[in-house]
């Protein structure tokens, strides 16, 4: 039956009267929701209200509005904390959002952002329980169980040496999947074929690491290995490498490249990391070619090298091999040993696998979301002296200007000065600052905007490692800090970080307004406030930020730092510098949540 639609004048008036009631009802509400939240009238009941509208991802209005309070300095209270069940957050590999993409290609476990209205601006709490973490060397060997009270490798990986539970402790015996007895021994058998000691070999990526025993294992042979795997929804493989001291972060190797250059690493490892390698026309190995300097080694252990009923894709891995001209080293066991021709394959020639060389149009060193090409990557692509045997040994290739350093124009001359302005501002931070550098208080150290590396060079007698960050829209001065012998990543700071919460203990960026600003222009692409938040998430209790910029940033810095729960203060620049800079220096205060969380 349809509606009867009376004249106005024949309507029940008393349908009127409760339309009107309902209606003021409504308004009134909304009213003095907003007098509560965003006035001081309601600082005293506020708190509920703040939490709903932190975690709401309904209006964005309500959330500039709340980025404009925090920026202006007029949000007295801090940003409220994220529930009790956002301790281990990592907004751009959460599994509820990501387990709804596609399988194809391990697309699902890529990395794959909220939108910036979509995040929750809240602070990510630590977990009940925990404490300042071990200090490093002590961490290598054993980390607090209640800083990470994820037991399920223990239980399952026990037996093969990964990690034990112990007391208030998990330890670290070693071991993983390979070598059950430890890396130590793993180790000595691949020093028979590869040049593991002298300075050779510095830069190395572990793929699919586990808990990063490996690459532990190598610091004490001078050999910085990044190691990767990613999201585990339930072994947290990543927070544990990080908590180590060991460098790592959360990576998968599925439809895009991953987020280094071309030729980074002189030493590319897998021990049983599952990788296809010859899966879609072998796509995966030319990804790994294209990261591999030329002269540089490919070890891959496990499956399917020499492994029961896997005798096509073990023959197809070796036919890869051939088509590329690498050379073989060694196969012991389930281990093969390879290394990369000097200079270019012998592509193109027949292969099976359909292989061919990229155009000249490729820039192999693009690399931020950046689709996997079925193309092999030529050394004349890259121009520079890079192949290993002929880049400097470390650490004299820390200081060489690298003919790579041309990327920006006039990149020699550039990159002396850069090493010289960053001995003389480390010096500074140490001596006049008094930051904790060179202590055991800092061992996992990130440098927002590294440009040629030099901040991390000045602090290669340190016992520490930088992950050094290039934004992707900023020249592609990654390859720099690679020939140097130092690691790191491309990355966009207008997106969440590809680590858990609190992995860093020390956080350093120059220039932090030129992060979120479009390519010279003034325009903004993403605000302050969730950078400020996103660098809390990433920083341990009682970890150091360290920011340089003009005093007007520095100032709008301040304010959100005050927002974010930072201990701050502002300081004048090192006295030789330039320009008008000044530095913030702030600690993040060791909060837990209250139980009305």
Same mark, same amino acid.
């Given at each position: 039956?349809?509606?009867? @639609? ?172 390979? #070598? ?67 460098? +790592? ?10 987020? #280094? ?23 995966? #190995? ?130 002396? +000065? ?12 140490? @001596? ?11 061992? @996992? ?12 060079? +000045? ?46 203990? #020390? ?19 993403? @605000? ?70």
């Amino acid at each position: 039956m349809g509606h009867l @639609n009376l004249p106005a004048s024949k309507r029940n008036p008393r349908q009127w009267k409760l339309l009107d009631i309902i209606t003021a009802i409504f308004f009134g509400l909304v009213l003095l929701f907003f007098l509560l939240v965003f006035t001081p009238l309601g600082d005293s009941m506020a708190a509920s209200g703040r939490q709903a509208l932190l975690l709401s991802t309904s209006d964005p209005r309500q959330r500039h509005r709340l980025v404009s309070l925090v920026e202006l300095g007029h949000h007295h209270k801090p940003i409220e904390a994220c529930p009790a069940n956002s301790v281990d957050h990592m907004p751009c590999e959460d599994p509820r959002r990501n387990s709804q993409l596609s399988r194809e290609m391990n697309l699902y476990r890529e990395r794959h952002c909220p939108l910036p209205d979509e995040m929750p601006l809240c602070l990510i709490p630590p977990p009940p329980g925990y404490k300042i973490s071990v200090q490093w060397p002590e961490s290598l060997h054993k980390i607090w169980h209640s800083n990470m009270p994820h037991n399920k490798i223990a239980d399952r990986k026990g037996h093969q040496g990964w990690m034990k539970e112990q007391g208030p402790h998990f330890i670290f015996p070693g071991g993983g999947t390979m #070598f059950p007895d430890g890396a130590a021994p793993y180790i000595e058998k691949l020093g028979q074929y590869i040049p593991l000691t002298g300075g050779t070999l510095r830069t190395a990526l572990d793929m699919g690491c586990g808990v990063a025993s490996f690459g532990g294992s190598l610091l004490s042979e001078g050999i910085l290995a990044l190691s990767f795997a990613p999201r585990d929804s339930h072994k947290a493989q990543i927070q544990f490498a990080l908590e180590r001291g060991i460098p +790592a972060f959360v990576l998968m190797l599925g439809t895009r490249r991953l987020p #280094f250059p071309a030729f980074a690493f002189d030493f590319i490892h897998c021990s049983r990391c599952l990788i296809p390698f010859t899966a879609y026309n072998a796509t995966y #190995f030319i990804e790994v070619d294209r990261l591999l300097r030329p002269g540089g080694y490919l070890v891959i252990s496990g499956p399917p090298v020499q492994w029961p009923k896997q005798d096509k894709e073990w023959a197809d891995l070796q036919a890869v091999a051939r088509a590329l001209c690498y050379e073989l080293i060694a196969v012991d066991g389930n281990t093969v040993i390879w290394k990369k021709p000097d200079g270019d394959s012998c592509l193109p020639n027949q292969n099976e696998f359909g292989l061919e060389s990229c155009d000249e149009s490729n820039d192999p060193s693009n690399a931020w979301y950046f689709k996997l090409r079925r193309c092999v990557t030529s050394t004349s692509s890259v121009n520079g002296e890079y192949p290993v045997g002929i880049i400097p040994k470390w650490p004299d290739r820390l200081t060489r200007a690298p003919s790579r350093a041309l990327v920006m124009k006039n990149g020699i001359d550039l990159f002396r +000065a850069d090493t010289r302005r960053w001995t003389r501002r480390v010096a500074y931070y140490k @001596n006049t600052l008094n930051l904790k550098l060179g202590s055991p208080a800092v061992r @996992n150290v990130m440098d927002m905007n590294a440009f040629f590396g030099g901040f991390a060079a +000045a602090l290669v007698s340190d016992p520490v490692w930088v992950m050094n960050v290039v934004p992707a829209r900023k020249p592609l001065t990654l390859g720099v800090i690679y020939d140097r012998g130092l690691i790191g990543v491309y990355h966009d700071w207008c997106e969440p970080f590809s680590t858990y919460p609190r992995t860093y203990d #020390f956080i350093h960026v120059a220039g932090i307004e030129s992060l979120i600003k479009l390519p010279g222009s003034s325009k903004g692409r993403c @605000n302050l406030v969730d950078l400020m938040v996103e660098m809390d998430r990433m920083l341990r209790p009682e970890g150091t930020v360290v920011i340089r910029d003009s005093p007007e940033v520095i100032d709008k810095v301040a304010r959100i730092a005050h927002a974010v729960r930072w201990t701050a203060t502002i300081n004048d620049k090192e006295p030789e510098s330039h320009g008008r800079e000044k530095i913030l220096v702030a600690t993040k205060t060791f909060w837990k949540l209250t139980s009305s969380h």
